[in-house]
T-cell receptor, first 114, second 110 residues
Framework: SQTIHQWPATLVQPVGSPLSLECTVE??????LYWYRQAAGRGLQLLFY??????ISSEVPQNLSASRPQDRQFILSSKKLLLSDSGFYLC?????????????FGPGTRLTVL | SQQGEEDPQALSIQEGENATMNCSYK?????LQWYRQNSGRGLVHLIL?????REKHSGRLRVTLDTSKKSSSLLITASRAADTASYFC??????????FGKGTRLSVIA
């Protein structure tokens, strides 16, 4: 069966510090991978998605970047965090982008930038 | 960008009552999906309805889709306190990622 891991679960970082969040998927090959951010009590904002190794699509201009160094690994990074980067970050995967398939979400990372 | 818009934003009902949430969208779709999110957790897929379907059931869930009105509804029958969560609709169209709405926060009071 497939599983998706995210770490860390919670993170408190000072403004200006770097960030690295990692997501890995097990039990499937060549998944589509996604990073979302969710502000408190709000909906999901798609940040990045990837259809293959080294292929990253950015949805919104921002202070963050994403990389996919391996088939089942997706990393969200920042060189210098801003206060506005605080939020709940969710990684997800799917077999196809928007076909008749569901997305599977990880447990999320709660990031607080102080 | 967000295409799906859920209505209401928040809903509070008594245990045993039915809960109805609505979702409207703007462009043509291949499918519409509903997800549930417990507080502080990831989203969990509930049900998918294709654009050529009008109604679908799964346990206590009933989803309808009206493509002429670009709207969908999620009905949870005989609600339980454990149904307390946020519910999101998401639309799929073409070879692009799903687009999620802002969600409905459902509170079921025991």
């Amino acid at each position: 069966s497939q599983t998706i891991h995210q770490w860390p679960a919670t993170l408190v970082q000072p403004v200006g510090s770097p960030l690295s969040l990692e997501c890995t998927v097990e039990g499937t090959s060549n998944p589509n991978l996604y990073w979302y951010r969710q502000a408190a009590g709000r909906g999901l904002q798609l940040l990045f998605y990837s259809v293959g190794i080294g292929q990253i699509s950015s949805e919104v201009p921002q202070n963050l970047s994403a990389s996919r160094p391996q088939d089942r690994q997706f990393i969200l990074s920042s060189k210098k965090l801003l206060l506005s980067d605080s939020g709940f970050y969710l990684c997800a995967w799917s077999i196809r982008l928007a076909g008749d398939n569901e997305q599977f979400f990880g447990p999320g990372t709660r990031l607080t930038v102080l | 960008s967000q295409q799906g818009e859920e209505d209401p934003q928040a809903l509070s009902i008594q245990e045993g009552e039915n809960a109805t949430m609505n979702c409207s969208y703007k462009t043509s779709i291949n499918n519409l999906q509903w997800y549930r999110q417990n507080s502080g957790r990831g989203l969990v897929h509930l049900i998918l309805i294709r654009s050529n379907e009008r109604e679908k059931h799964s346990g206590r869930l009933r989803v309808t889709l009206d493509t002429s009105k670009k709207s969908s509804s999620l009905l949870i029958t005989a609600s339980r306190a454990a149904d307390t969560a946020s519910y999101f609709c998401a639309t799929g169209s073409g070879n692009t990622p799903l687009v999620f709405g802002k969600g409905t926060r459902l509170s079921v009071i025991a």
